[in-house]
């Protein structure tokens, strides 16, 4: 978009265009508000993520308009997920007990789902700019906020917007601002993903492997590409030199499925790597006109949770908070509210269910325990996603 023809105020400003950002643009924009869209990255962009949409989700891209626009990247239907021990031990979940609709789960890659939201975005009216960044932003009580931003050619722009959004993921780079004062931390994990071919996995399967101190997912996306992303200690990461393809024989490889299933591969393009310093809640509404949604608000371990469905939904709240009311603390209540009485749970659960994995004995004892009972896997997987009491329509 040209730069000159933008404005100097909007009711909106979003920073971040992950799945969170963009569907806020998009509801936003179709509720009257003027919203501007802003991204560090050039899209489209690859993005670490097991890349395994849950069918939740499948219901936000319907109300967003971009079912079509999905459907034409050809995602590989997800029936089911298989948790493999390290001695081979298995369970499954069906992707139908996840949602209320009983739907499968996809495969897209994020670089698809990204620039879909993005583009649909745009085509709702929203004012777009990637390539750029916030430099410095100031709120003083009851006035527009205001933000500096730099775009990569380096050309300086403000503006002011009554709310911002920090849709800008894990690293909450806009709501970090107004967050107390802790003390740096460092990552205590690294995540890796790569594109492949030729891994074995069961077509139609996400297959999630577990091993001491962490664990790896693979499945398919579109174009017959399979996606493998993994966690794991970053003292090992740091004790191999970095180097992906020796710290994936250190972990992932040492499951006896996964050695089965991975053993022809072949990496597609990068490697990509993360540091995770954090999981859980942060304050989704830390300042008044300061609203974070998405990983900005809380990070659910991929391990059981699903980051795109908690995006989305998150984004889903915020917006129905900013519809219904212009007194920014009121915003900031309702927001606050339902955010604890949507996630709260689930984030409960899947916290619960890392810890109690991380430990092989345990890890076996739950893989036997979850591979005789169905009515038990039914019962967790539900928690691990919304929570029922509280559960709505997207719209
Ligand atoms: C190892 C791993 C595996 C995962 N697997 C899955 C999975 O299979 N399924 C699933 O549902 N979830 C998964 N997740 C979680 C999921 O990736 C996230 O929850 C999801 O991406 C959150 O979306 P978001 O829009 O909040 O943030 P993001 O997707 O992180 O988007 C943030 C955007 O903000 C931009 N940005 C950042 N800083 C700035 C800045 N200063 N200025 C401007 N722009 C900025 C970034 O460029 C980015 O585009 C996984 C996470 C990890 C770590």
């Not at 009257?32 to 069918?55: I, Y």
């Not at 090992?236 to 024989?249: F, N, Q």
Request: hydrophobic share 40%.
């Amino acid at each position: 978009m040209d730069r000159s023809t933008f404005n100097d105020n909007y009711n909106v400003v979003i920073v971040g265009a992950g799945p969170a950002g963009s569907s806020a643009a998009i509801r936003l924009a179709r509720s009257g508000r003027n919203v501007l869209l802003v991204d560090k990255a050039s899209f489209p962009r690859h993005k670490l993520c097991g890349e395994f949409v849950s069918p939740e989700c499948l219901d936000h891209l319907e109300v967003l308009g971009v079912i079509p626009q999905v459907d034409r990247h050809g995602p590989q239907p997800i029936h089911k997920t298989v948790f493999y021990s390290s001695g081979g031990r298995s369970f499954s979940v069906s992707s139908r007990w996840l949602a209320k609709n009983n739907g499968d789960s996809i495969g897209l890659s994020r670089r698809s789902l990204d620039q879909i939201l993005l583009d649909r975005a745009g085509e709702c009216g929203v004012d777009v700019l990637t390539e750029t960044s916030v430099l410095d932003l100031s709120v003083m009580n009851g006035q527009p906020v205001h933000l500096s931003l730099r775009s990569s050619d380096g050309v300086p722009h403000g503006v002011t917007a009554s709310i911002v959004i920090d849709a800008t993921g894990r690293g909450r780079y806009v709501a970090k601002k107004f967050d107390a004062a802790t003390a740096a931390r460092k990552a205590g994990q690294v995540a890796f993903k790569a594109h492949l071919q030729g891994a074995r996995i069961e077509p139609g399967a996400c297959e999630i492997f577990s091993y001491p101190g962490g664990y790896g997912g693979c499945s398919q996306v579109e174009g017959g590409v399979f996606n493998l992303c993994f966690i794991v200690d970053a003292a090992l990461v740091r004790s191999v030199g970095s180097d992906p393809i020796k710290v994936l024989e250190a972990t992932v490889l040492k499951n006896r499925r996964a050695a089965e299933v991975l053993a022809d591969i072949a990496v597609e393009g990068e490697w990509i790597s993360v540091p995770i310093v954090r999981y859980g809640s942060m304050d989704p509404a830390p300042s008044p006109g300061i609203i974070a949604i998405g990983d900005a608000a809380a990070f659910i371990d991929p391990f059981t949770g699903s980051g795109i469905s908690m995006a989305l939904e998150s984004s889903r709240i915020a917006c129905k908070a900013i519809m219904e009311s212009e007194d920014l603390d009121a915003i900031a209540n309702a927001y606050r509210i339902s955010h604890a009485a949507a996630f709260g749970k689930r984030l409960r659960t899947c916290r619960a269910l890392r810890f109690l994995s991380n430990s092989p004995k345990i890890a076996d004892a739950m893989i036997t325990g979850f591979g005789t009972s169905e009515p038990l896997r039914r019962f967790f997987a539900r928690l691990t996603r919304s929570n029922p009491l509280t559960e709505a329509s997207v719209k």
